[in-house]
């Protein structure tokens, strides 16, 4: 009984290869003057939120109302709040959820870490397909099963299916998707999405128990080239949780706000909305951020002004094609996912250090050879970068 | 493999027994009228946030610096929070204690389940004193650990030191206290806190290993009959750590910010840091809400108005003594613990509800004959519900 729990002091002690870059620019800032680096390691949103949202917030702080305002809404979130999430989930994608589908969290991580302790015990398994975000690994983890991956498909990184049939098994509790992605900007297509949900229905039936989709969407309104609606995966399969965030769509990270939407057509919807409750209150998540619930009202479906995002990059994906970089095409987020010039991702991002270019490698993603590149920062920090990122690329020719 | 979670769903099912006082006075007050009900079940503030507090809210949403006002701080916190509190428990305390000891927290439950999954290992113990808050089993199992019950010294609530040698042993791996207590309002008194740190001293010592005292601290400054501050745990005993938060010292539950604080003079505190950061990360809190962060800055260490509070308790605490009952004097906190005058505590409820008055029996909080009190209620509603509690004695004579 000696120790404290190691597994935890060494998640602390560890450092994210995203953090060691960011933390690394930060003293290279100090050297030789923050305008000389050119930072895209960090996916934090660098647009302001809504101006109707800012004001609603200093609004509500106005109101004189404070004991409601900043009191405890019920576990599962303000009835007011759910109710106009289901009405806007409705109304965008006719799924039929309810308020009482709905749970409010403390952002995509929280909508997470729940669903995942609602719906799985110890020796289950939960498929990520690669490039994955690299927390999912803990998340999963915490929860006490453990994470499948199924490799990369590199030509349009959308869904390798031989290798995911080989990979799911009874053992298989959930499948997590994530689209727009993380790295890759990628969005899977309706045609990836069909046949996905047709093989989940296919397991679920042949194995006696639903394998459940955990469709983690912080991205989803974060599309540049189409002003339709992405699939919503509820209308494709029943046994399917949306854990979305407001962080990206809203520009407000650090708020802490997202939900849990439990499809109203599965067979257990009581049961597994029931699951993630008390995951929440085992978590010790309480309720989500109070002001935050109420302040989004107006803004639920909205985003900030994400033209800047297409903007950045168009510049940065035609900039780089035409240099020679192999790139697949990023539908939306924020990340463009760049082939390594070299085998080795890790040294061609310290060659891309001596051109003061900060990338992350791919490895941590689950898939060698790439780096990330984060465009959301200043379209001018882009343009200033272009002429680093041509030398960069001639330095292997 | 067919199951989902059902522990998190039996947990998601079962209400508290507060929550279902709380519903029983929603449709009662539906049947009768709210200014008949008075509902005594639920410990929510129930006075403003300081105006400070709002109107730095309402500047910070207007200054024009989204970004950064809603953006991620990094996963303890932001820095000048975390140096602001370290700060002002230096001033009021002399604790020692620096910024990289504050670990930013979304409350009091995640404090507490942060805490517990970075120092328990499966099989590992931990001991509260009856009554406590009913949550601490849910948090204890969640992080894998198993909860201890030392039974209640029911002369004056401090702690039966007899019971307490019997169930501490080398499966213990930390010991919570709550004081300012939920339920009874009792403070540990000075005498108390010497004794129960020189055995934990001592048992540390036998057993060649630490056991930690977690301090569940969110109604610190909410005490009445004194200028001088409680006693401060990490001045006692160094392996502390301070499980604080902001919701009811300054009216703000459902925003949902708190802090762990590691004593400083902790053998192992850069281990025991690092796993309560890896705890948080695991759990998914990533940052506590941001716009909060920045916001309380100016109050650390302030309150609401807690006048009225005293006042509540005063009336309260002289007219049910008065009348007959027997109840501990409570320094602080907002409830009175009274003791039920027939066994049962629950028919006792029961009897109450008779005369409109929702009490919550003691039963789950691990001491049964009991009865809470939550006097966080217009003082109005107290004085018209003394009639009744006259009554309610009067029936049992």
Redesign the interface.
């Known amino acids: ?5 190691k ?7 560890v450092r994210s290869v995203i953090r060691e870059t960011f933390e690394y620019g930060n003293r290279r800032a100090k050297e030789i003057g923050r305008e000389n680096i050119f930072d895209f390691s960090l996916g ?6 809504p101006q109707e949202l ?2 609603e ?2 609004r509500l ?2 109101s004189g109302n ?2 409601a ?5 019920s576990a599962q979130g303000a009835e007011a709040t759910r109710a106009a999430i289901a009405d806007n989930i409705n109304k965008r994608f006719g799924a039929g959820v309810t308020k009482d589908d709905i749970y409010m969290t ?2 995509a ?2 909508s ?3 669903s995942l ?5 110890p ?2 398994e939960v498929i990520v397909f690669a490039p994955f975000f690299p ?1 999912y690994k ?2 999963v ?2 929860a006490g099963a453990e994470l499948a991956v199924v490799p990369a498909e590199k030509k349009s990184f959308q869904i390798d299916f031989e290798a995911f049939e080989k990979r799911i098994t ?4 959930a499948v997590i998707i994530n689209t727009p992605n993380n790295p890759t900007g990628v969005v899977l297509s309706e045609e990836t999405i069909i046949k996905l949900c047709a093989l989940l229905k296919q397991k679920s039936e042949e ?3 639903p394998v459940y989709l955990l469709t983690d969407e912080p991205y989803r309104e974060l599309v540049y080239d189409t002003e339709k609606e992405l699939p919503y995966l509820m209308n494709y399969y029943d046994n399917t949780l949306v854990c979305y965030s407001f962080s990206k769509s809203l ?6 706000l997202g939900y849990i939407a439990v499809c109203n057509k599965m067979k ?1 919807n009581r ?9 929440g ?13 109420k302040a989004v009202i107006p803004v639920i479906g909205k985003t900030s002004d994400i033209s800047i995002y297409k903007k950045n990059r168009d510049i940065l994906y035609n900039a780089l094609t035409e240099y020679g970089y192999e790139c697949v095409y990023p539908d939306g987020a924020f990340y463009l996912f760049v082939k390594s010039p070299e085998e080795d991702a890790n040294a061609f991002c310290e060659k891309a250090k001596e051109f003061e270019l900060l990338l992350v490698a791919s490895d941590s993603f689950g898939c060698e050879g790439y780096v990330r590149i984060s465009y959301c920062v200043t379209t001018e920090m882009i343009e200033r970068s272009l002429p680093a990122f041509k030398k960069l690329i001639e330095s292997y020719e």
Do not use: W
């Open positions: 009984m000696a120790d404290i729990n597994n935890m002091e060494a998640l602390g002690k934090n949103p660098s647009i302001p939120a800012e004001d917030i200093a702080a106005g404070s004991v305002v900043h009191g405890y809404t403390c952002g991580a929280a997470l870490t729940i302790k609602a719906l799985t015990n020796g289950d927390e803990v998340f983890n915490a009874r053992k298989t509790k194995y006696g128990s520009s407000v990270p650090g708020d802490r257990d049961d597994v909305y029931a699951a993630v409750c008390g995951a209150r085992a978590l010790g998540f309480v309720c989500a951020p109070s002001l935050m619930q």
